[in-house]
């Protein structure tokens, strides 16, 4: 059986930092690329990135978010500083087949249960 499960979510300060991770089980995790996604209330599941030989990450967290793995922990990263109001959301880690980069949702086979992140002031 398949599971991800996120944490590290939490409430702050504008400007501050935190790191999300994802343990993956019931996965040959090395062979999954990786994705982030976060879908605010009232809005879309927004990509913001995705991690297999490389990186790619949306526009609106380039520079400021950092996607990594750990291989032999099964492990998935989301490095994030300089957060901002409107980076408040769920945060999701998802795994897919395409070794291809992907951002599309739907491109994505297993989900997390995502970690809530809150940013204020």
């Known amino acids: 059986q398949v599971h991800l499960v996120e944490s590290g979510g939490g409430l702050v300060q504008i400007g501050g930092s935190l790191r999300l991770s994802c343990v993956v089980s019931g996965l040959t995790f090395s062979r999954m690329a990786m994705g982030w996604f976060r879908q605010a209330p009232g809005k879309e599941r927004e990509p913001i990135g995705w991690?297999?030989?490389?990186?790619v990450y949306a526009d609106s967290v380039k520079g400021r978010f950092t996607c990594s793995r750990d291989n032999a922990k099964n492990t998935l990263y989301l490095q994030m500083n300089s957060l901002k109001p409107e980076d408040t959301a769920v945060y999701y880690c998802a795994a897919t087949r395409r070794v291809l980069p992907t951002m599309t949702p739907t491109e994505y086979n297993y989900w997390g249960q995502g970690t809530q992140v809150t940013v204020s002031s």
């Open positions: 991690i297999g030989v490389g990186t």
